[in-house]
């Protein structure tokens, strides 16, 4: 069996932590070196209910996307939550690796498996990494669908593709709109419209689009040919993908050097939102503070008028 040195060696040559922001903290967060390794779980985020499953099912390393200590911290006391899952892990002989914006801009990476649950043939980065001579590498990826879709119909196979969460999808664009050529971007997107813009493609999924970047992009669409068309996915949905991909890619590995490694993907739904409430269906002869002023023309959309999702479930 290898040793957890062995393990992150050949991790960080998927991932070299070389290529993360200067502001990320990526690698080795605790373990010894020297323990042996014979299970690995994948997971998106290093919270308290993931470090449990590591230690229910055995792992001697755990490996997620996100970083438990992104800040910095001057204590790893049990009586913080991250304390908790340190202590959980340490006690338990666990060891933590993360790979956060590495996995971001690895090929493939991040990207390359949101694009691959939605069904996209990859075409390229969105931002390319201009230190990668073959062009593969950088943060989000370009792609095309076998055939134009609706957008209505799009945001559904995105729906069922992705694992789901209490939130769903949110789509903006016309829903009869045709979609072909698709942006990814894995995490946190709306940093990236004008790269979105400038590839011209038909329409960009990604996750955490706030109101204003949102609406000055679709208001920039609307101004020219609608394009692009907007599905923002829940943060953890996007990234998901990622451990499947990572784990298959741990498994070649593990195969050809002979380790036996047996790789887990955590299935556990750690997005933060737990519920969706939508909006009441209106009631004829009730008032409120929305309908006491209204213009004449204007009419607000119940929730049964808007696209709906059809979440999937994970693989």
Not at 26 to 41: K, S
Not at 64 to 88: D, E, I, M, N, Q
Not at 156 to 161: C, D, E, F, S, V
Not at 283 to 295: D, H, Q
Request: aromatic share 4%; glycine share 10%; charged share 20%.
């Amino acid at each position: 069996m290898p040793s957890l040195s062995d393990v992150i060696a050949a991790l960080e040559t998927l991932w070299p932590p070389h290529q993360a922001e200067d502001w990320d903290a990526v690698g080795l967060v605790c373990g010894d070196p020297e323990a042996e390794v014979t299970r690995v779980l994948f997971a998106v985020d290093p919270v308290q209910e993931v470090a449990d499953e590591a230690v229910r099912i055995g792992a001697d390393l755990l490996v997620t996307h996100h970083p438990l200590y992104l800040r910095g911290t001057s204590t790893v006391a049990a009586t913080g939550f991250k304390g908790r899952v340190v202590h959980t892990l340490i006690k338990n002989d666990v060891a933590l690796h993360v790979a956060h914006t590495n996995a971001d801009r690895a090929d493939p990476g991040v990207s390359d498996a949101l694009a691959g649950a939605v069904g996209l043939r990859i075409t390229g980065p969105l931002v390319p990494d201009g230190t990668d001579p073959s062009g593969r590498r950088g943060l989000g990826r370009i792609g095309e669908l076998d055939a134009p879709l609706t957008l209505a119909a799009f945001a559904a196979r995105a729906a069922r593709g992705l694992p789901r969460t209490a939130t769903g999808l949110r789509v903006a664009g016309d829903p009869e709109q045709l979609v072909r050529t698709v942006a990814v971007c894995g995490g946190s997107g709306d940093g990236l419209f004008d790269d979105v813009r400038a590839a011209g493609v038909d329409a960009y999924l990604t996750a955490d689009l706030r109101h204003h970047p949102a609406s000055e992009a679709q208001q920039w669409g609307l101004a020219s040919d609608g394009r692009p068309a907007l599905v923002d996915a829940a943060h953890w949905a996007t990234e998901w993908p990622w451990c499947e991909q990572a784990a298959g890619q741990l498994d070649e590995i593990s195969d050809r050097h002979g380790w036996a490694l047996r790789t887990y993907v955590s299935h556990q739904v750690t997005d933060p939102w737990t519920a969706h409430e939508p909006a009441p269906e209106a009631v004829s002869g009730t008032s409120s503070s929305l309908s006491s002023r209204k213009s004449p023309e204007a009419t607000l959309p119940t929730s049964a008028s808007r696209p709906q999702s059809h979440p999937g479930a994970p693989r």
